[in-house]
Nanobody, 125 residues
Framework: VQLQASGGGLVQTGGFLRLSCAAS????????MGWFRQAPGKEREFVAR????????LYADFVRGRFTISRDNAKNTVYLEMSSLKPEDTAKYYCAAASSASYSGWSKKDDYAYWGQGTKVTVSS
């Protein structure tokens, strides 16, 4: 599975961005999809994930209520809508795909076998 993330950029505090991640697979609906982020000098951290059909989502506490993850299986694409952005949201955002079971609800990096190249988000104060 190849993943291509896009939509990053520079935005002011309080602004909005929509990230997209297109997957090159004929079985996109078989994968749990997640978004992670990594700020300079920090570990990659979980942001959100969405189940195969889109019916179940999970968010990190620091984005709950501000970010929304969704997917369109007909377009092989997962989205991350980010609102009320803060300078601390500045990071490179990565999409990832998981096909195996998880004991963490797919909130750990190790749950994901496939990763995109990332898209950079910068929030100015």
């Amino acid at each position: 599975v190849q993943l291509q993330a896009s939509g990053g950029g520079l935005v002011q505090t309080g602004g909005f961005l929509r990230l997209s991640c297109a997957a090159s697979t004929r079985t996109f609906e078989n994968y749990v999809m997640g978004w992670f982020r990594q700020a300079p000098g920090k570990e990659r951290e979980f942001v959100a994930r969405v189940s195969w059909s889109g019916g179940s989502t999970l968010y990190a506490d620091f984005v709950r209520g501000r970010f929304t993850i969704s997917r369109d299986n007909a377009k092989n694409t997962v989205y991350l809508e980010m609102s009320s952005l803060k300078p601390e949201d500045t990071a490179k955002y990565y999409c990832a795909a998981a096909s195996s079971a998880s004991y963490s609800g797919w909130s750990k990096k190790d749950d994901y076998a496939y990763w995109g190249q990332g898209t950079k988000v910068t929030v100015s104060s």
